[in-house]
């Protein structure tokens, strides 16, 4: 399952890829709050690939780290559309349907497990030139979740 939803994650953003207009690729951090467990500190990345100038794809990869026994990982293909399609300050809505591991070192031998992942969200992007952009956002996921963090992006145009 895992090597599945990789391979289709990979194989629809290279596709995307070809005919994309924009592509943005961003590194990001934040805080994610579980309803019942530790609170977690989160480091990722994603790149988006424009379909048209307001519906993007974007693969994003991130790394959750609760306790020094707790971690995360979430791979997810996003799609997203943003509100407007110039201008500094641009909002837009976020979703997608990934892989979510988990892994508790408490146990011995250490518990793993791996399931789908829901997740939803908006942010804004801040552009500080035409490459450069600052994104905070807030998502709520599956696992009940509330994450809220901010990316920090470059944008390649053709």
Request: charged residues 20%; without cysteine; positive net charge.
């Amino acid at each position: 399952m895992k090597y599945t939803t990789l391979l289709l994650l990979l194989l629809s953003a290279s596709a995307m890829a070809e005919t994309a207009r924009t592509v943005e690729a961003k590194g990001s951090a934040g805080y994610a709050g579980f309803e019942d467990e530790d609170n977690h500190a989160h480091i990722g990345g994603s790149v988006r690939f424009y379909v048209t100038p307001r519906f993007s794809v974007e693969p994003e990869f991130q790394y959750m780290r609760g306790s020094a026994r707790h971690s995360d990982i979430l791979l997810v293909p996003n799609l997203n559309w943003d509100f407007r399609t110039s201008g500094r300050v641009m909002p837009y809505i976020t979703g997608g349907i990934g892989w979510l591991r988990s892994s508790f070192g408490q146990f011995r031998p250490t518990f793993t497990y791996s399931e789908g992942f829901f997740q939803i969200g908006a942010g804004v992007k801040v552009r500080a030139n035409d490459h450069w952009l600052v994104a905070p956002e807030f998502r709520l996921g599956t696992e009940l979740h509330a994450r809220v963090g901010v990316a920090i992006g470059y944008t390649f145009k053709r």
